[in-house]
């Protein structure tokens, strides 16, 4: 039997509860489809629309809600979601399992650069000229996302630690179906010894690939929109990988193959997760797909 950490993407959740409850019930499926066939799964999700929007609407109130209570937020509801969706479908399916979803908090440098250059684009998409206008009343940044609108910028670090990695991994062991490090993690600092929440927003496949690596799972499959990763993506000359060694991984990002709000960060975070010491394989490929990815029919493969 395979652990399996599955990073789901939170644009995959949609814009709104009654979307999300129906994406989310299609992702349970699909990794319903997983646990029938004997893999024991730790779900990771991404939040990027649900905390800009969870923002936006607390600070619409008497005070500015901090970064780390709005991904609290939204580990809550989303892991909501997905929970009861994944029950409804065991039920269906007569598959015994428990699910629980743990609000899980993220370890990261108080020094990394990524709180002086702000990259992570969360929340709705605007318009240039209506991205410019908000930078120009709140001097919050905004910048173009992949050529899908503007989005506010949020500090990204990288994830050093999961606080509850030995609950989860204890979870793992009785074969609960575990959710956590939703929204790449409630971002922590380390003031000696004291734990203090940061203004920030963890990318979820650099968090979901230390979980992997902390629970020693053995496969990281981090879910897109495509079947597979693609060169020259986009163009006449567009190929599709089915399998690549790390070796080759890196040469491709030197070659700037990888949009960086896109495909990028997937990448890094699969390299992240094989170079570790536990580190077995990591997949990309899309939701639909998933069955036939981990058995190698589909999605791209990313070993040493």
């Given at each position: 039997?395979?652990?399996i950490?599955?990073?789901?993407?939170?644009?995959?959740?949609?814009?709104?509860?009654?979307?999300?409850?129906?994406?989310?019930?299609?992702?349970a499926?699909?990794?319903a489809d997983?646990?029938?066939?004997?893999?024991?799964?730790?779900?990771?999700?991404?939040?990027?629309?649900?905390?800009?929007?969870?923002?936006k609407?607390?600070?619409?109130?008497?005070?500015?809600?901090?970064?780390?209570?709005?991904?609290?937020?939204?580990?809550?509801?989303?892991?909501?979601?997905?929970?009861?969706?994944?029950?409804?479908?065991?039920?269906?399916?007569?598959?015994?399992?428990?699910?629980v979803?743990?609000?899980?908090?993220?370890?990261?440098?108080?020094?990394?650069?990524?709180?002086?250059?702000?990259?992570?684009?969360?929340?709705?998409?605007?318009?240039?000229?209506?991205?410019?206008?908000?930078?120009?009343?709140?001097?919050?940044?905004?910048?173009?996302?992949?050529?899908?609108?503007?989005?506010?910028?949020?500090?990204s670090?990288?994830?050093i630690?999961?606080?509850?990695?030995?609950?989860?991994?204890?979870?793992?062991?009785?074969?609960?179906?575990?959710?956590?490090?939703?929204?790449?993690?409630?971002?922590?600092?380390?003031?000696?010894?004291?734990?203090?929440?940061?203004?920030?927003?963890?990318d979820?496949?650099?968090?979901?690939?230390?979980?992997?690596?902390?629970?020693?799972?053995?496969?990281?499959f981090?879910?897109t929109?495509?079947?597979?990763?693609?060169?020259?993506?986009?163009?006449?000359?567009?190929?599709?990988?089915?399998?690549?060694?790390?070796?080759?991984?890196?040469?491709?990002?030197?070659?700037?193959?990888?949009?960086?709000?896109?495909?990028?960060?997937?990448?890094?975070?699969?390299?992240?997760?094989?170079?570790?010491?536990?580190?077995k394989?990591?997949?990309?490929?899309?939701?639909?797909?998933?069955?036939?990815?981990?058995?190698?029919?589909?999605g791209?493969?990313?070993?040493?």
């Amino acid at each position: 039997m395979s652990i399996i950490v599955v990073a789901l993407g939170g644009n995959a959740l949609g814009n709104n509860v009654t979307e999300q409850i129906e994406n989310a019930a299609i992702a349970a499926s699909s990794i319903a489809d997983l646990i029938d066939a004997g893999h024991n799964v730790v779900i990771a999700h991404g939040n990027g629309p649900q905390v800009g929007v969870i923002k936006k609407q607390m600070d619409a109130g008497d005070f500015e809600m901090p970064m780390a209570e709005c991904t609290a937020m939204s580990q809550g509801y989303i892991g909501y979601h997905i929970s009861q969706c994944l029950t409804n479908e065991f039920k269906t399916r007569g598959i015994k399992k428990e699910v629980v979803t743990l609000l899980t908090q993220v370890l990261v440098d108080a020094n990394d650069p990524a709180f002086q250059n702000p990259t992570k684009p969360i929340g709705n998409f605007y318009s240039e000229e209506d991205a410019r206008k908000m930078m120009a009343e709140t001097g919050k940044k905004y910048a173009e996302d992949a050529g899908r609108g503007w989005r506010l910028m949020a500090a990204s670090p990288k994830p050093i630690d999961i606080r509850e990695k030995k609950i989860i991994k204890k979870l793992v062991d009785s074969n609960v179906i575990t959710i956590a490090c939703g929204g790449g993690g409630i971002p922590v600092v380390d003031n000696n010894g004291v734990l203090n929440g940061a203004s920030a927003v963890i990318d979820k496949d650099f968090a979901a690939a230390k979980l992997a690596e902390l629970i020693e799972a053995d496969i990281l499959f981090i879910l897109t929109a495509v079947d597979q990763v693609k060169l020259n993506f986009n163009t006449p000359d567009e190929k599709s990988l089915a399998q690549i060694t790390v070796a080759e991984a890196k040469q491709y990002i030197a070659e700037k193959h990888f949009a960086p709000g896109s495909m990028l960060p997937k990448i890094e975070a699969a390299l992240a997760f094989v170079e570790s010491a536990g580190g077995k394989k990591a997949i990309i490929g899309s939701l639909q797909k998933a069955s036939e990815a981990i058995g190698g029919k589909s999605g791209t493969i990313i070993s040493k």
